[in-house]
């Protein structure tokens, strides 16, 4: 297979998974940055604390945009296997 074709389908993967995870890794940094703040300003200092929230918002973040990420994540394995043939020829 052409080291080129390689190069590509792992970029594209690469991309795919930051697209995916990116909502739920944002909401869990914004969450943890605001808790983390108002455990500094509060002198709380209970590391278990964050948990909760940053669960409860990454559950929300799937809710909402689960469909998007399935969306993506179907379109690039159709992709993928519609192109078999051509992955196949280029060995």
């Not at 991309?15 to 943890?32: E, N, R």
């Not at 200092?45 to 918002?57: D, G, H, N, R, S």
């Amino acid at each position: 297979m052409n080291e080129n074709i390689i190069v590509d389908i792992a970029r594209d993967t690469l991309w795919l998974i930051i697209k995916v995870s990116a909502p739920m890794l944002i909401a869990s940094l914004v969450i943890g940055l605001v808790i983390s703040i108002l455990q500094t300003v509060t002198s709380i200092q209970e590391q278990t604390l964050t948990f909760v929230p940053k669960l409860i918002a990454v559950f929300l973040v799937l809710m909402i945009f689960g469909n998007w990420i399935l969306t993506e994540v179907k379109d690039f394995t159709i992709n993928l296997i519609t192109n078999i043939n051509y992955y196949i020829q280029n060995l």
